[in-house]
């Protein structure tokens, strides 16, 4: 018999709709399924490419930390990260968007980010991370965030 989530974790997984299953052993929310990021943010340039670019242009790199394994990062994608008016914010030429997947990229998300917790949003400029934002949000918070970026 598997033991079942404590109640915060069990909240949380209520409200996903992604597939998904806890794990007891590690407590974690485990995603069994994929959901693959748009065009503008797969085909970005790797996070340490969007580095050099931003500092180059003087525009702010935005860096998705998510993990395949992990169910919240998965919500993420499939409701902010796939939300047309995030990307259309995303494609104003103040922002490189950028992700990497912290646990095909660790290297990456070690240099960066300084850390490999997931999902997180980070805002970095001249390749310092000016601030975050944690964990998995809806399109409307992430836009409210992305607007109280400082211009330069």
């Not at 103040?94 to 805002?123: K, N």
């Amino acid at each position: 018999m598997t033991s079942p989530p404590p109640p915060e974790i069990q909240a949380w997984m209520d409200r996903l709709t992604v597939d998904h299953a806890y794990d007891p052993a590690t407590g974690f929310i485990v995603a069994r399924q994929t959901i693959t990021l748009p065009a503008m943010i797969a085909d970005a340039p790797t996070l340490d490419e969007a580095v050099r670019l931003g500092e180059a242009s003087g525009a702010l790199v935005i860096a998705f930390a998510t993990a395949d394994r992990c169910a919240p990062c998965q919500q993420y994608k499939k409701d902010a990260l796939n939300d047309p008016s995030v990307l259309g914010r995303l494609s104003e030429a103040r922002f490189i968007a950028t992700h990497v997947e912290v646990d095909r990229q660790p290297d990456l998300a070690d240099r960066y980010l300084g850390s490999r917790a997931i999902p997180m949003t980070y805002a970095i400029r001249d390749g310092r991370i000016i601030t975050t934002l944690r964990g998995q949000r809806s399109a409307a918070d992430l836009l409210t965030w992305l607007d109280a970026l400082p211009a330069s």
